[in-house]
């Protein structure tokens, strides 16, 4: 359990966070959410001990990071893959931090199979990829089999698959009982992956509920409903039927009518009454998407003021006309790509299925490892220096408050 009160942190003038109070349970994914610089990883540095709060305080299971027994073993975190010696290989950085925190060796390769790096684990990490570098955070993070995890924007930089399987192995941390912070800018994933969320805007609290709530609480459920297409006058004798009892019809693309205002019996009734026949009556909740952007719509930061595609588009040819939507396709796809080739071959088959590790972990390209025993920290090593640890799960914490 992670519980923040009254958090605030300013730098100078800059007020990064302020009185900020919240908890994260074990047994949840957490979401972290909020715009550019609304205070996320500041607080997240707050929670580690890397940044120190200016007023408030943050706890991990009722202690404060630097006053956590055996700190490395109960927290793991993720807040910047960069910050790794390029010249190490990934086996070797690892297995520094494991003997900071006096982890022992051999859980360097169950994370490295974890993750899926164990191929390349003697190569130097100045050489990974994106992609390879957040896997290898992650093994960071996990080293110490923590309790309690923070992930900054885990799935930076990751494929497809890579993202499918940071989706799945924070699902299952969760379902382990442990406590999973996960910060994102992507929202759709965040769907798919938290139960709850907490979103911050300009440094304060704007909402902390679950993901079904915050859906709700932000957005307007409406019904789609659509007539015959081929009896246009239907549509409008219904569309003025359910207007006269207090709904509100907006057109979609594709020539249905989005309701809002009642329910969907009332709308069927309405239909009956007047006599019209309905091809689709369908309730719709908006997505995490659109929730979030009217909330925080008023705490974002920095936005863009100009079209970033006007430089690309082509001039019009004298006398013609821009494109106009068609039903059905969403907006005018001036750079839309063009249509996949027909009958062709699969440029883009996928991978052949691979075993999936401890985590559902990628496809690893040689055996791996063995499969680790039941969290192998189930008994508490002796205790390591009292002083406050270097953070060894939190992949090398270079955003100190001193380093900016
Ligand atoms: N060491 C620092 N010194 C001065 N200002 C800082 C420092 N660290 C963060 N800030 C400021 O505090 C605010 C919050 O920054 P923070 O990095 O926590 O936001 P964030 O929500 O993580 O942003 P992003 O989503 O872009 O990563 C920003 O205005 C940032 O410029």
């Known amino acids: 359990m992670i519980e923040a009160s009254g958090l605030t942190k300013r730098y100078g003038d800059k007020t990064a966070v302020y009185n900020l109070s919240f908890q994260v349970r074990p047994g949840t994914v957490t979401g ?79 994370v490295l199979g974890v993750v899926g790096l164990h191929e390349v684990a003697g190569r130097r990490s100045k050489g990974f990829s994106l992609g390879m570098g957040q896997r290898l955070g992650i ?112 057109p979609e693309q594709d020539g249905a009518l989005r309701v809002t205002g009642l329910p ?23 997505s995490l998407e659109e929730a979030y952007m009217r909330l925080t719509q008023g705490a974002v930061d920095y936005r863009s003021t100009i079209d970033q595609k006007e430089g690309l588009q082509q001039p019009l040819p004298p006398g013609a006309q821009p494109p106009v939507p068609v039903p059905g396709q969403g907006q005018p796809g001036w750079y839309a790509p063009p249509p996949p080739q027909q009958g062709g071959g699969q440029p883009f088959a996928p991978p052949q299925a691979a075993p999936a590790g401890p985590y559902g972990a990628p496809p690893a390209p040689a055996a791996a490892p063995a499969a680790p025993a039941a969290n192998p920290y189930a008994q508490p090593p002796q205790a390591p220096p009292s002083a406050p640890q270097p953070a060894a799960p939190s992949a090398e914490p270079t955003k100190s408050e001193d380093a900016r």
């Not at 055996?70 to 893959?81: I, M, S």
């Not at 080293?143 to 192995?169: K, S, T």
Request: glycine share 8%; aromatic share 4%; net charge negative.
């Open 32 to 110: 972290f959410l909020g715009p550019n610089g609304s205070g996320k990883s500041t607080t997240m540095r707050m929670i580690l001990g890397l940044d120190n709060p200016t007023a408030g305080r943050v706890t991990i299971c009722g202690h404060p990071y630097d006053k956590l027994p055996n700190a490395p073993r109960q927290v793991g975190a993720l807040l910047d893959a960069k910050a790794v010696h390029g010249g190490r290989s990934a086996r070797n950085h690892l297995l520094s931090l494991a003997q900071l925190s006096g982890i022992p060796a051999r859980r360097v390769d169950e």
């Open 139 to 250: 093994a960071a993070a996990l080293l110490g089999d923590p309790q309690v995890l923070l992930f900054d924007e885990p799935v930076n930089g990751l494929d497809p698959e890579g993202i499918l399987w940071v989706r799945n192995l924070m699902k299952s941390l969760a379902a382990e009982g442990r406590t999973v912070f996960v910060s994102s800018h992507l929202m759709s994933e965040m769907a798919l992956t938290a139960d709850h969320l907490i979103v911050i805007g300009r440094g304060q609290l704007m909402a902390d509920m679950s993901v079904r709530d915050f859906i709700s609480a932000n957005s307007a459920d409406f019904a789609r409903v659509r007539t015959p297409d081929t009896e246009p006058q239907q549509r409008e004798k219904l569309s003025a039927a359910i207007t006269e009892a207090g709904g509100h019809v907006l």
């Open 264 to 286: 969907l019996p009332r709308i069927s009734d309405i239909a009956h009454d007047h006599d019209v026949r309905l091809w689709e009556l369908s309730p719709h909740q908006a």
